[in-house]
């Protein structure tokens, strides 16, 4: 949070010290600066600007209930401070207060509407809700106010990305890249658009662009190898993890209600029919994400873990608190690095991101204690081989797969083709798994 520190800006008995507390928090010596506000409030507990600067203050250490009290003292002594309701808001939404963040920014536009920074965090917040017309209204508002703001130009292309309106962010990022064109997340993301439209050449020159910036970008180096016909036996663990750190707080929503995903639901229910009343088994639920394969089985007599390589998905499963372990870990490092004594593991939509898949089912096959099952699903393709797809995910087919389980000495049990996700209102076919290990 950055305030406007004016001296001319305190009034009453104690302009000097106000003056001083400014600006020692201008030169950031917080320490007096926080010293010098007190001071003022101890005498005049109502003192508006006192009581902004010192919320200001509290804010930038975290201290976010603190914060939103002075700056409601301030609201309170003067109604039509536009810039402490903004603030206000900034608090509110830190505490998960949205509602009450979404009434202050606006009251702070009704207050003053050029105020630039109330529409923008509105918009961000909004953006954040998923409610994104009205992100785009707030974001186009503070464009008005400052068109060259790069910050909001970006979000009003990332809004319309997350939108699906691929075509229309295009020229947005366009418009950011005209005034800088280094901004690497616009390249990347434009390159995205470009290439969730089929426009390869335009997606990969973008992705070779942003790389003659940032030669180490594990993500960009996987998409160009997925749009060069270049098929890797897997991406760098940076880009598996990138991906999901970014999408943890809305997978599931986005999977589940917009994408139609079932298959923790249908292997749920090929458990049950193989499971034991009254008999505990144990589950490994490889790449587990955010737990929805926890919570298909949480009716089961079962104790299950997860591993998965993204932290922040880990952190959401957590929360559902379905699993009675999480482990932060890369699959193949796990598998390789444990005593496993497993009857199920589980790999639902895990392999679209892994290539050669030999070294897990070995490891699984001469790892683990007892005689298990190992069900799991793929995306298919009608070579013999395993193929990286322009969409940057793995595809097999079953020829690959019957091959490594020959040599193996594994028993297929069951398959079916599945459903397994929407794909631009189609439904994405693979294969599910059901084998003997």
Same mark, same amino acid.
């Given at each position: 949070?950055?305030?406007?520190?004016?001296?001319?800006?305190?009034?009453?008995?104690?302009?000097?010290?106000?003056?001083?507390?400014?600006?020692?928090? *201008?030169?950031?010596?917080?320490?007096?600066?926080?010293?010098?506000?007190? +001071?003022?409030?101890?005498?005049?507990?109502?003192?508006?600007?006192?009581?902004?600067?010192?919320?200001?203050?509290?804010?930038?250490?975290?201290?976010?209930?603190?914060?939103?009290?002075?700056?409601?003292?301030?609201?309170?002594?003067?109604?039509?401070?536009?810039?402490?309701?903004?603030?206000?808001?900034?608090?509110?939404?830190?505490?998960?207060?949205?509602?009450?963040?979404?009434?202050?920014?606006?009251?702070?536009?009704?207050?003053?509407?050029?105020?630039?920074?109330?529409?923008?965090?509105?918009?961000? /917040?909004?953006?954040?809700?998923?409610?994104?017309?009205?992100?785009?209204?707030?974001?186009?508002?503070?464009?008005?106010?400052?068109?060259?703001?790069?910050?909001?130009?970006?979000? +009003?292309?990332?809004?319309?990305?997350?939108?699906?309106?691929?075509?229309?962010? +295009?020229?947005?990022?366009?418009?950011?890249?005209?005034?800088?064109?280094?901004?690497? /997340?616009?390249?990347?993301?434009?390159?995205?658009?470009?290439?969730?439209?089929?426009?390869?050449?335009?997606?990969?020159?973008?992705?070779?662009?942003?790389?003659?910036?940032?030669?180490?970008?594990?993500?960009?180096?996987?998409?160009?190898?997925?749009?060069?016909?270049?098929?890797?036996?897997?991406?760098?663990?940076?880009?598996?993890?990138?991906?999901?750190?970014?999408?943890?707080?809305?997978?599931?929503?986005?999977?589940?209600?917009?994408?139609?995903?079932?298959?923790?639901?249908?292997?749920?229910?090929?458990?049950?029919?193989?499971?034991?009343?009254?008999?505990?088994?144990?589950?490994?639920?490889?790449?587990?994400?955010?737990?929805?394969?926890?919570?298909?089985?949480?009716?089961?007599?079962?104790?299950?873990?997860?591993?998965?390589?993204?932290?922040?998905?880990?952190?959401?499963?957590?929360?559902?608190?379905?699993?009675?372990?999480?482990?932060?870990?890369?699959?193949?490092?796990?598998?390789?690095?444990?005593?496993?004594?497993?009857?199920?593991?589980?790999?639902?939509?895990?392999?679209?991101?892994?290539?050669?898949?030999?070294?897990?089912?070995?490891?699984?096959?001469?790892?683990?204690?007892?005689?298990?099952?190992?069900?799991?699903?793929?995306?298919?393709?009608?070579?013999?081989?395993? +193929?990286?797809?322009?969409?940057?995910?793995?595809?097999? *087919?079953?020829?690959?797969?019957?091959?490594?389980?020959?040599?193996?000495?594994?028993?297929?049990?069951?398959?079916?083709?599945?459903?397994?996700?929407?794909?631009?209102?189609?439904?994405?076919?693979?294969?599910?798994?059901?084998?003997?290990?």
């Amino acid at each position: 949070m950055n305030a406007s520190l004016q001296p001319n800006q305190a009034n009453g008995d104690f302009d000097a010290i106000m003056a001083s507390g400014i600006k020692a928090h *201008s030169s950031g010596d917080l320490g007096s600066a926080t010293e010098l506000y007190f +001071i003022v409030l101890a005498a005049n507990p109502d003192h508006v600007y006192a009581n902004l600067l010192i919320g200001i203050l509290f804010f930038d250490k975290k201290e976010y209930q603190k914060a939103s009290l002075h700056f409601s003292r301030a609201i309170k002594c003067n109604p039509d401070l536009a810039e402490a309701f903004n603030y206000r808001a900034v608090a509110f939404k830190e505490l998960n207060r949205v509602d009450d963040a979404i009434n202050d920014y606006s009251r702070a536009i009704a207050l003053d509407p050029s105020l630039h920074e109330a529409h923008f965090n509105l918009g961000v /917040l909004w953006a954040e809700q998923k409610c994104f017309g009205d992100a785009i209204k707030a974001f186009r508002a503070s464009l008005l106010l400052k068109p060259e703001d790069q910050d909001t130009l970006y979000n +009003i292309a990332k809004t319309l990305s997350n939108m699906r309106q691929y075509s229309l962010a +295009i020229p947005e990022y366009t418009k950011l890249l005209e005034l800088n064109p280094c901004h690497e /997340l616009a390249l990347i993301n434009r390159s995205n658009a470009y290439a969730k439209l089929n426009d390869h050449s335009n997606a990969l020159a973008g992705y070779r662009r942003v790389i003659s910036l940032n030669p180490k970008i594990p993500e960009v180096l996987h998409l160009i190898n997925a749009l060069s016909g270049i098929t890797t036996k897997k991406p760098p663990l940076g880009y598996v993890e990138n991906l999901f750190d970014n999408y943890a707080a809305t997978f599931e929503r986005t999977l589940v209600d917009e994408l139609d995903y079932q298959i923790p639901r249908v292997v749920g229910s090929i458990m049950r029919k193989d499971h034991v009343a009254g008999n505990m088994v144990s589950v490994l639920d490889l790449g587990c994400g955010t737990g929805l394969m926890g919570e298909a089985i949480s009716d089961l007599d079962a104790l299950v873990v997860g591993v998965d390589l993204s932290q922040k998905m880990l952190k959401e499963a957590s929360a559902a608190n379905h699993y009675q372990k999480l482990i932060h870990c890369d699959i193949q490092q796990y598998l390789s690095s444990q005593v496993l004594d497993f009857d199920y593991f589980i790999a639902n939509d895990v392999f679209i991101y892994v290539g050669d898949l030999k070294d897990i089912f070995s490891l699984v096959k001469k790892r683990n204690k007892r005689s298990g099952r190992f069900i799991f699903t793929v995306e298919l393709n009608d070579t013999d081989r395993f +193929i990286l797809e322009q969409s940057g995910r793995y595809s097999h *087919s079953r020829s690959y797969l019957h091959k490594i389980f020959d040599r193996l000495e594994i028993q297929v049990l069951h398959y079916e083709e599945v459903r397994l996700r929407k794909e631009f209102n189609n439904f994405v076919i693979g294969g599910l798994f059901v084998l003997k290990i």
